[in-house]
């Protein structure tokens, strides 16, 4: 089963801990994205050469619950003051995405503590642009992974 589905962790303790490792290893100017009042991912810079270099990192919420409630056969609806099974469900979806969020961020940074990688190797995928609101990663599916077919093709 996936990791943290029954976290009971609160998001704000997750995001907590992923700030401080964050910090603990060079990040700067901590910045949490919200979309319609909800907490949808954070952002920060690394130097790197004398560089500011932007990152964003999302916590996909809304695609956790869709994950979360195809799983459940009879969804209950609310009643005597207990909620439904779709409020319930996202609320827990809440918490595994950013548990799941730091969980991975605490082993990124235990290789780049460890020298295994460079932050900047591991984050790489989520270098923001600010200008396009778009990560390398996003930039590159959006293009066709262009770049990649180039050089599988010898070019």
């Not at 195809?70 to 809440?94: F, H, L, N």
């Not at 270098?127 to 093709?153: C, P, V, Y």
Request: proline share 3%; hydrophobic share 45%.
């Amino acid at each position: 089963m996936v990791k943290n589905y029954t976290s009971q962790v609160p998001a704000s303790r997750s995001v907590m801990r992923i700030e401080d490792r964050l910090v603990k290893n060079g990040a700067k100017n901590i910045l949490k994205l919200y979309e319609q009042q909800k907490l949808v991912g954070v952002a920060f810079i690394v130097i790197t050469n004398g560089t500011e270099m932007p990152f964003r990192l999302p916590a996909r919420v809304d695609r956790v619950a869709e994950k979360l409630r195809a799983a459940v056969k009879r969804p209950r609806r609310a009643s005597g003051g207990r909620k439904s099974t779709v409020d319930r469900i996202a609320e827990q979806a809440e918490r595994t995405a950013w548990a799941l969020l730091a969980d991975w961020i605490d082993v990124q940074m235990s290789l780049v503590e460890l020298d295994q990688v460079e932050l900047v190797e591991v984050f790489m995928p989520y270098i923001w642009d600010h200008s396009k609101n778009q990560t390398f990663f996003e930039r590159m599916k959006t293009n066709g992974f262009a770049m990649l077919e180039d050089r599988r093709a010898g070019k």
